[in-house]
């Protein structure tokens, strides 16, 4: 069992290294210095279940195992959290794409012509619904209400358009 003596003797000696551990796991002090104060509770509410063990495990190293667990724990409901509560951002906060080839589809983009390039031989109406479909993402439906036209109709516009593109690109 964990005595009083023992866990006071850990804090002193052990709470700032064990805080430095936590912080370079999620990256943060002030929640480092809550997940500190956390393990130290949860192993005085468990103090019973400790004992000394025959591989020499130290107090400090079970206090050390609740703080790798609670800052893992963390880590995992804080990207979870992210993620359901900011699905558009948290691309931007935990990028899975390399900066670099970010950059190099940036410059590839820049250099494609343009969309009024693209659809010059297309009729105005064709260019409107390829400009609705492909630059917006809208649904043929959607355009449809928003052009006054029938879904086919729209369908029937794009591609007649998209035909025309490809006959001048060919």
Known sequence: MLTEDQLLDTWQRSRHSITWV??????????????TCEAFCRAWKNREKWSPSHDGATADSWIYRIATNLSIDHARSYTSRTENLFPEFFEEIHPTIDPIEEL?????????????????????????????????????????KRVELSESACKSLANRGLRKIRETVS
């Open 104 to 144: 190099e589809a940036r410059l590839f983009q820049e250099s494609l012509p343009s969309f009024d390039t693209i659809t010059a031989p297309c009729t105005p109406e064709q260019r409107r619904i390829l400009d609705l479909r492909y630059r917006h993402e809208l649904t043929y439906a959607a355009i449809g």
């Open 22 to 35: 936590v912080q370079q796991r999620i990256g943060n002090r002030e929640t480092a210095a809550e997940i």
